[in-house]
């Protein structure tokens, strides 16, 4: 099975090319776009042990000339200091304009690879080859790019959209399977805020916590039916300054819980999760959504293996000060995208405090 999904953006168009070895396919499908020869792979050293030499393999038999560079694994590194080593590589190999960064990795190596490109030279080349299910279906599409602030995740950073993006499903056999879980958080979201048919397909399928549980056939309708509603999204509001808000879906309660447990308890993925229980019930206590919609939403999560309850011992307070400190936060009012419906949402900023304290403490 193959598919190519176009993102239709007037200035930057591209495609995500969804395949089973198409990690072989790299330096073919980059020739197509009449790139500078030069490229700088960035990953880590755990996924450049896997694919590192079958990426570089690909490109230089395409003419490319292949530099590697590899940064520490971990959210820890996301930082300016990792950007600063990636543009010192970029010195070094007089790296030009017609040049390309490739990110062979995670949500993490694709977001610092992806701000390096979108600086350096102000603004050469990217190239998304994500490998974690979590960067496939959301960080490796849509050009958010950027590092944290010692006081904040994603403070630093640009838009700027990927060339394009090369999505091969085989390397998600040696994605470690809570870094699985936490991607299909992401997923239930695509099913919960733009395509209906999605969720009932993931609703279908027995087991959604481990890959090898799940029909192959069915990890490619979740590559491309996510990749899909990303494009459709992305296309229509590429800046965020409308539809796109709402892809954070579950992000708000979500970022706060990520936050007040210091980034430690849950990966992103699992915050998610229980963000999307909590905007759930809110959308329910406030009269929008159905009862039974939230209960199939929240069954899904479940199966994929995520939390629905928040810890016992997590104070509620803390949870609705971090709120306030939230990026999606407008003159003081808290902004929450809810369902009305499977596959239809809305974005809200009047929610009242003690619906959200009631529903969190439901769910401790
Ligand atoms: P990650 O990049 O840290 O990857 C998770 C772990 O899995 C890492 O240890 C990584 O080395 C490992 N890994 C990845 N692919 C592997 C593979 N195929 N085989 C073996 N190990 C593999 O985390 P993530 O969940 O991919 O991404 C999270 C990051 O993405 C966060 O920094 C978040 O802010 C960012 N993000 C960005 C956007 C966006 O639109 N730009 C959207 C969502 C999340
Ligand atoms: N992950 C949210 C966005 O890309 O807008």
Known sequence: MSSVIKVNLPENAYEIAIAPASLDQLGEKMSSLQLGKKVLLVSNPMIFKHYGTRAIASLENAGFEVTSY????????????????????????RLERSSTMVALGGGVIGDMTGFAAATWLRGINVVQVPTSL???????????????????????????QPRLVIIDPEVLKTLPAREFRAGMAEVIKYGIIWDAELFSQLAASKHLDQ????????INYILTHS??????VVSQDEKESGLRAILNYGHTI??????????????????VGIGMVAAGEIAV??????????????ALIQKAGLPIKLPTDLDIETIIDALQLDKKVKAG????????????????????????IKVLQQMQ
């Open 70 to 93: 590899n940064l520490p694994a971990g959210e820890h590194y996301k930082t300016l200091n990792s950007i600063q080593k990636i543009y010192n590589i970029a010195l070094e190999n």
């Open 134 to 160: 979590l960067a496939m279906v959301d960080s490796s599409v849509g050009g958010k790019t950027g590092v944290n602030h010692p006081h904040g995740k994603n403070l630093i950073g640009a838009f700027h």
């Open 211 to 218: 890959l090898r549980y799940v029909k192959t056939d069915l």
């Open 227 to 232: 990749c899909q509603a990303k494009a459709d």
């Open 254 to 271: 979500g970022h706060a819980v990520e936050s007040v447990t210091n980034y430690r308890l849950f990966k992103h993925g699992e915050a």
């Open 285 to 298: 206590e406030l009269g929008l959504w159905a009862k039974e919609d939230a209960e199939s939403q929240n």
């Open 333 to 356: 009012k808290v902004r929450f995208v809810l369902p009305t419906q499977i596959g239809v949402v809305k974005v809200t900023d009047e929610v009242p405090t003690d619906i959200i």
